[in-house]
């Protein structure tokens, strides 16, 4: 069975740091890309940063300078480093990975907030 599990989300001041991870069990053979999206209430899931195999990060431009993604192709992970977070980057984060079909984590909330 196919599992995506994240951690890292929770409550933060702007300004301030988090660091979310997602694990997969899909293989690392079959992966094309893994990344992260986010989601508000109402709204469209959207893209935050992707990261394709042997290739170069792409983030959206409103996280741009801010956040990075990394991946460790040898512990199957990949990580969202979100830095300077802002109230507008509240959102449920959800892993995605990518093989012939897409896969999608659970979800983890992502609260910025004095």
């Known amino acids: 069975q196919v599992q995506l599990v994240e951690s890292g989300g929770g409550l933060v001041q702007p300004g301030g740091s988090l660091r979310l991870s997602c694990t997969t069990s899909?293989?690392?053979?079959?992966?094309?890309?893994m990344g992260w999206y986010r989601q508000t209430a109402g709204n469209q899931r959207e893209l935050v940063a992707t990261?394709?195999?042997?290739?170069?990060?792409n983030y959206a431009d409103s996280v741009k300078g801010r956040f990075t993604i990394t991946r460790d192709s040898a512990k199957n992970t990949v990580d969202l480093q979100m830095n300077s977070l802002k109230p507008e980057d509240t959102a449920v984060y959800y892993c995605?990975?990518?093989?012939?079909?897409?896969?999608w984590g659970q979800g983890t909330q992502v609260t910025v907030s004095s």
């Open positions: 899909i293989s690392y053979f079959i992966i094309r890309a």
């Open positions: 995605n990975v990518w093989t012939a079909k897409n896969y």
């Open positions: 990261i394709p195999r042997g290739g170069s990060p």
